[in-house]
């Protein structure tokens, strides 16, 4: 869950800087916070499915934890007051290095066929690789284990969505190649670069989610897992292509400023105006400390909540 301000297309980010002399309060580190203890959990919906998990991750998430494919589900994490990317390696900033945030990231990546990413997230987050173990090591032989017994390749492949097509392929994260969706102009300027296949999608600047996920498909993956940013993420639930999202709600305070852009979950896009609205049922909530873990299904993939509507009453 590398959330790190980015677009669909592509992107630019901006680091966090602290007052001369002052600790930025975002860089409070939890990663020596070991043995992590287990998540609480406070409720679960039933009929979820569950997989067969090694018995550390289950013990570790403090249950069954499980996906029904097809499946494209989100991971972000955001602070107490919405923001949901600060800049560079905003994730560890907004959890302050969670370990069970982390746990959580290695998890659902552990049970992910692909991770999509837009660039702008690739290139806010350097030297970061997306895959179970690089974020939650400890656990790293059991995330292998989960992954052989759910029948996954050894590692998720890593798509990244850049329309301009203005990428850097010696990025960490894409050292074993991946999949690189883009435009038609974007196709012309990466070429054919050995070890990733490049997908055109039209005319561009922006990309068609529907497009996207489709193309995903037709390559055989079936649990996609998207980490950002806020842009891709609104593009993909505006068009319906979002099924759950799983969000850490960090304790974190991080305010708003004139002179740097801080996202919320989704950016660029108005919901409320769209076919798609966004309305979510919960499907579990768990605790770590003072960190909230919260899973939804969006209602077109588990059903309108009750009552809920977009016309009020006055």
């Not at 287990?38 to 919906?45: I, K, T, V, Y």
């Not at 107490?80 to 069970?100: E, F, H, I, T």
């Not at 740097?260 to 989704?266: A, D, I, M, S, Y």
Request: aromatic residues 6%.
């Amino acid at each position: 869950m590398t959330q790190s301000e980015g677009g669909a297309l592509a992107g630019s980010a901006s680091g966090v800087v602290a007052p001369r002399g002052e600790r930025c309060v975002a860089d409070r580190d939890e990663s020596d916070a070991t043995p992590l203890e287990p998540l609480e959990s406070w409720f679960q919906a039933s009929g979820l499915p569950e997989y067969p998990l090694p018995t550390l991750l289950s013990e570790l998430y403090g249950g069954p934890f499980g996906l029904a494919t097809p499946l494209l589900y989100a991971n972000f994490v955001e602070s107490l007051d919405g923001v949901a990317a600060l800049g560079p390696s905003s994730g560890s900033k907004l959890s302050g290095r969670s370990q069970a945030d982390r746990f959580v990231m290695g998890l659902l990546r552990a049970c992910a066929d692909l991770i999509l990413v837009g660039s702008g997230t690739l290139h806010g987050s350097p030297g970061h690789v997306w895959t179970a173990e690089h974020v939650f090591p400890p656990a790293a032989s059991a995330f292998a284990d989960l992954r052989r017994r759910l029948g996954r390749a050894e590692r998720p492949t890593l798509a990244v969505v850049t329309g301009s097509g203005e990428i850097d392929l010696g990025h960490a994260g894409l050292g074993r190649g991946g999949l690189l969706l883009t435009s038609d102009a974007g196709k012309r300027r990466l070429g054919s670069p050995r070890g990733f296949e490049v997908v055109p999608l039209g005319r561009g600047p922006e990309l068609d989610p529907s497009r996207i996920v489709g193309a995903l498909r037709e390559a055989g993956n079936e649990a996609l897992l998207t980490e950002g940013g806020p842009r891709l993420l609104a593009h993909l639930v505006r068009s319906g292509q979002l099924d759950q999202l799983f969000l850490t709600i960090s304790p974190l305070l991080a305010g708003r400023t004139t002179r740097q852009r801080r996202p919320g979950l989704v950016d660029g896009a108005d919901l409320l105006g769209g076919v798609h609205s966004p309305w979510l049922s919960l499907l579990s909530a768990k605790r770590h400390r003072s960190h909230l873990f919260l899973r939804y299904g969006t209602e077109w993939a588990v059903g309108a909540p009750e009552s809920a509507t977009l016309a009020g009453s006055g």
